[in-house]
């Protein structure tokens, strides 16, 4: 008789940042700019202009980017911690090998943007807009995301865990290998019908019942 067996998730491989001694940086940002081995502490960088930067080695603790303009920017091998900002403008930039801890943002742009070996621990971020990005070996851990957009996104190898997720809308999304099981609190707001290629748990099935019944027109009834 053959035996079942059980189809592994394959797990997101994770950045492995390691810092060298970082220099003090006080300054602004600036269009195309270059910062390497740099730490930005406390700034507030409101406002300001970065598209196309490069970060490497770098480290953005406590910075406000409030409406920070980042278009194309490239974070790489970089942690930032407690950055806090609404409206930071991302689209089209590049994160790998990154660590995001404790981040409060609120509608901040990633859209086009392509993350690779990123961890998003802890914080709260509102309305994420990763339309149309690329999302490979991703884990979002211990946060709330709140109505974040994965509309049209390719995500691969992404884990989401002990997170809480309201809201989220993968309309048009490619799953492969997503793991939803560490989700505490999961409300799918649009896209249930992109599911396919992620793994869910079995009290989220339950839970997921009416919104996929509605889907395929299914009417309940005692």
Not at 79 to 87: F, I, N, P
Not at 183 to 209: H, K
């Amino acid at each position: 008789m053959a035996t079942s067996r059980k189809k592994k998730v394959a797990g997101a491989r994770r950045p492995e940042v390691r810092l060298p001694p970082l220099e003090a940086y006080g300054g602004g940002l600036d269009p195309d700019g270059d910062y390497d081995g740099l730490e930005l502490a406390g700034l507030d960088l409101a406002g300001q202009s970065g598209e196309g930067a490069r970060f490497l080695d770098c480290a953005l603790r406590e910075c406000g980017l409030d409406g920070v303009r980042l278009t194309g920017a490239r974070f790489l091998d970089s942690v930032l911690t407690g950055v806090r900002g609404v409206g930071t403008e991302l689209a089209g930039a590049q994160l790998r090998d990154v660590e995001v801890v404790e981040a409060r943002l609120g509608g901040t742009q990633l859209h086009g943007a392509v993350l690779e070996r990123v961890v998003v621990r802890g914080g709260k971020i509102d309305y994420l807009n990763l339309r149309a990005a690329k999302l490979k070996d991703v884990v979002f851990e211990s946060c709330v995301l709140s109505e974040p957009d994965f509309g049209s996104a390719v995500l691969e190898r992404v884990e989401f865990t002990d997170c809480v997720l309201t809201g989220v809308d993968f309309t048009g999304a490619r799953l492969v290998d997503v793991d939803l099981r560490g989700v505490q609190r999961l409300e799918i707001g649009g896209g249930v019908e992109s599911l396919s290629g992620a793994v869910i748990s079995p009290m989220q099935l339950l839970d997921l019942a009416p919104v996929l019944a509605a889907r395929l027109g299914v009417r309940v009834e005692e």
